[in-house]
């Protein structure tokens, strides 16, 4: 099982970027997606998520300005960000739980990381 992440880069404040993310692999069914990220030296942050019935989670950071979905059927999960701010800048990973099975648990797997810069 693999996640791909795309879609990271250089903008200007206020900018939009949209991010992709697909899930490949022997899959079983995928739970809850979700993006986190990272700043250089802090910890690795949830920023949204969605479950398989698409209901959305946000942090209050990003809230009315991100927006996350997903394509069951594709594999995909997206974040398009809009207004963007400098405080935004890090790397973005994208995250599901997944069950390789019928009858395995769904455990966590992670993409490489997205690098996002907001420049102000």
């Known amino acids: 099982v693999q996640l791909q992440a795309s879609g990271g880069g250089l903008v200007q404040a206020g900018g939009s970027l949209r991010l992709s993310c697909a899930a490949s692999?022997?899959?079983?069914?995928?739970?809850?997606m979700g993006w986190y990220r990272q700043a250089p030296g802090k910890q690795r942050d949830l920023v949204a998520s969605?479950?398989?019935?698409?209901?959305?989670n946000y942090v209050d950071a990003v809230k009315g300005r991100f927006t996350i979905s997903r394509d069951n059927a594709k594999r995909m999960v997206y974040l398009q960000m809009n207004s963007l701010k400098p405080e935004d800048t890090a790397v973005y990973y994208c995250?599901?739980?997944?069950?390789?099975?019928?009858?395995?648990?769904?455990?966590?797997?992670w993409g490489q990381g997205t690098q996002v810069t907001v420049s102000s």
């Open positions: 995250n599901a739980d997944i069950r390789v099975g019928s009858l395995l648990g769904a455990r966590a797997y």
């Open positions: 692999g022997s899959i079983f069914s995928i739970n809850d």
């Open positions: 969605i479950t398989s019935g698409g209901r959305s």
